[in-house]
């Protein structure tokens, strides 16, 4: 969104919903809550998820579009302008984003191969037992020219969307195909429900063992609201900053969250299970949708053409976010250094090269050991990490010390209720924002400094 233009606005209630939910929906929800959840012990990870994204995810949603939508102001103006001592917190969750645009665009890269590659007739190759690992890693050879060309040619069509600013007419396809890849995610499901050796699947993906549940799994859950819904990285503040007075932010909010947590859940449904029918020894790694789903399709009658449409589907759905996302860093470039945005967007393409190459090889010549939470994804896991465990958990630490403290949770609440609507959840919203939010998210900062330096070990 073009910040020099007089502020736009989103069109009436449905505007904001639309454009929050394209960005929100992407491969958080497709790629990583699957594997997170094989990660942290199926079920009762899913049920932690649901109960935090309901209370936490909710109540920061409702905090950050409503302190856009109460400044006019892009994340990092916007806490300057409520008080100009804390500027840096908006900076600080500026920084989110251009950690994570370079690593996002390394697995766009492979879907945007996994879409290539089953356009060309190559399901049978993607099926092949060992490709996605091979794939990353260069194979024997370690020839890592394929992994890095697509991881290009997904930045360079995220760059020219930016550069061209074609982000609307992206943004106005999405509402065709998003519900599209809605649709066959639960039609790939249906057909996966008539596999035998399903249920085993279904059952670790719905059945929570409660003797699964550590703290590590309440770490698990809450960063990965925070990526999925974009929360604690400024965008929604900004999102919010171009919401008319007149939307209710609760009920935006409300939709928005249980839109991202429908998707995130029925594309768990459809992946975890599969892992188990085809018995896939990576279900717990970064690798899980691109090693469990081509199986499916090489059994599926009509696979070689639901495949594709599948692949580029989710290929949509994750060019809307990284786009959005690279669109962020750009006007943060603008904002924080009062640069131009074509001085801004080569510095954004320089940081997206050295980032994304660092995490390609970090799968090959540049493999590292350092002992990080999602171990084994080398750098990608690295930058990964550092974002979803600390960083954002700090900015909404912030967040809601500022709120709750700083300006008062009434400045907020009175924005929520600007439109004449009451704020249903308000006492909620409160008891969240000042005493829970806070305690809980030290709490899982400390755990993720233990978890991270090895100090305590929940598996
Ligand atoms: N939420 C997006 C997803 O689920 C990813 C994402 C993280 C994002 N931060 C963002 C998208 C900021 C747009 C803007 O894939």
Redesign the pocket.
Known sequence: MPENEERASFSGKVGFVLAASA???????LW?FPYLTSHYGGGIFVIVYIILAVTFGFSLLIAETALGRKTGKSCISAFGELCSKYKWIGVLAAL??IL?VPY?CVIGGWVTKWFAESAMGGLSTLASSGYWVSFVTGGETGDMSDPTAWFLIFALLCVVCVAVGVERGIERLSKILMPLLLFMIIGITIYEFTLPNIWDGVVFYLNPDISKLNAGTFMGAISQIF????LA?G?MITYGSYMKKSVSIEKSARNVGVI?TGVAFLAGLMIIPAAFAYDHPDAQSIGLMFTALPDVFATMPGGEIVAPVFYLLVLFA?MT??V??LE?VVSVFVDLKAIKRKKSILISIALILVLGMMSVLGFGPLATDIPLLDGGAGWLGIFDTITNNFMMPIVALLTCIFIGYVIKVTVITDEVKADGNAFVSERLFEVMIKYICPVFLALMLIVAVTITFGIYSPY
Do not use: K
């Open positions: 960005s929100a929906v992407g491969l958080g929800n990583r989110v984003p994570i996002y990526y999925s819904m974009s990285m965008i991202d994750a976010s990284a959005s996302l962020t």
